[in-house]
């Protein structure tokens, strides 16, 4: 009767799983919802890293090497991609300037020292030396201090000023 009385209460409860499905039932729901925690905060930490509040001289370091990238590859997209031409004042002329910049010469060598962030302005020591297409005219070579000025926009950070804009003619 002892035996049947066990029996029953056994069968009540519900079949059992054998001792090693269930380890391996509890393995897979701790490493899902492991898994799961983990996922939900790594975009937090990325979204931090690249939307600062502040403009650093890692973000100005980066955009100003896009558009060095812009300006010897030859590629005004590339270098006008670094501004929100919608925000700039006068940005359809800055615009139109960098087209026609570009089609004056072959190649363009460039230097950008970065010598302060203040604030939403970046201060750069610019150095470059442009070949013109006719071969009848020597390199020119201009060494001038330019200010640009970032603003935050959903994406990161974009300039949305650069002055003298001369720089580029």
Same mark, same amino acid.
């Given at each position: 009767m002892l035996s049947e009385n066990r029996q029953n209460c056994s069968r009540a409860a519900g079949p059992k799983l054998p001792k090693l499905k269930t380890a391996r039932l509890i393995l897979f729901i701790l490493v899902s919802t492991l898994l799961l925690i983990?996922?939900?905060?790594?975009? @937090?930490?990325?979204?931090?890293?690249?939307? &600062? =509040?502040?403009?650093?001289?890692?973000?100005?370091?980066?955009? /100003?090497?896009?558009?060095?990238?812009?300006?010897?590859?030859?590629?005004?997209?590339?270098?006008?991609?670094?501004?929100?031409?919608?925000?700039?004042?006068?940005?359809?002329?800055?615009?139109?300037?960098?087209?026609a910049f570009f089609s004056q010469y072959d190649t363009i060598r460039v230097h950008f020292k970065l010598v302060e962030v203040t604030g939403n302005v970046a201060?750069?020591? @610019?150095?470059?030396?442009?070949?013109?297409? &006719? =071969?009848?005219?020597?390199?020119?070579?201009?060494?001038?201090? /330019?200010?640009f000025t970032a603003e935050k926009v959903a994406s990161g950070w974009k300039?949305?000023?650069?002055?003298?804009?001369?720089f580029f003619n």
């Open positions: 983990s996922t939900e905060r790594e975009p @937090a930490r990325a979204q931090g890293q690249y939307t &600062s =509040a502040a403009f650093t001289d890692s973000a100005a370091s980066k955009l /100003l090497s896009q558009v060095a990238e812009g300006l010897q590859g030859h590629s005004p997209r590339k270098m006008l991609s670094t501004f929100d031409l919608s925000r700039m004042t006068g940005g359809p002329v800055f615009k139109e300037q960098i087209t201060v750069v020591d @610019a150095e470059m030396e442009e070949t013109p297409r &006719s =071969a009848l005219t020597a390199p020119q070579h201009k060494n001038m201090e /330019l200010r300039f949305v000023d650069v002055q003298p804009r001369t």
